[in-house]
């Protein structure tokens, strides 16, 4: 519990713990007492919803110009590769939390649902997670417009088999 943050690496040896780990366990107490929980649980909820509805319109624009499941899964494809990549820069980010790409990969509305939250225990400035979460809204409103203006054109699309570049051209489409 809480006291053995308060407990030295050489207590903790004796009671059969390695020297080792007794100073990881006590560094990692330590260090735990200066996470702001009640930020990081309201960044926690701001961020998957805006993750989820941006990520739900990415998916709701894919699936409009798709007539069967094999057509879906194939237009998804291009929409999870950013999530994967998320992951790797997370790993980056935790190692560097206030490094280069830490920064933009918590900065660009594909990766700051993942990355920021992985940065934030390490302390962000306030003008960072602002910008990061008015980046998100704008992102979350941009893949709302592309969703509607590729499904004003694909749900008329019955029956033909449709590729990325068409979908692309959808989304300037007049007329």
């Known amino acids: 519990g809480p006291q053995i943050g308060h407990l030295s690496p050489d207590t903790l040896a004796q009671g059969g713990i390695k020297a080792r780990d007794a100073e990881a366990i006590t560094l990692f107490m ?20 805006g ?29 999870t590769i950013p999530v994967i990549l998320s992951f790797f820069l997370l790993q980056i980010s935790v190692n560097d939390p206030h490094g280069p790409i830490a920064f933009w990969a918590s900065m660009i509305p ?48 019955y029956g033909k088999k449709i590729t990325l570049p068409q979908l692309a051209k959808w989304m300037f489409y007049k007329g």
């Open 51 to 79: 993750g989820y509805l941006f990520y739900a319109a990415l998916y709701a624009a894919a699936a409009s110009g798709a007539n069967d499941a094999g057509d879906v899964q194939s237009l998804s494809f291009p929409v």
């Open 30 to 49: 330590k260090n735990l007492d200066t996470i702001n929980f009640t930020e990081l649980f309201f960044c926690f909820v701001f961020y998957f919803l």
């Open 110 to 157: 594909f990766s700051s649902p993942i990355v920021m939250l992985g940065r934030i225990p390490f302390g962000v400035p306030w003008w960072q997670l602002a910008l990061s979460m008015s980046l998100l809204v704008a992102g979350f409103l941009s893949a709302v417009w592309v969703a509607s203006r590729i499904y004003r054109i694909g749900i008329l699309m």
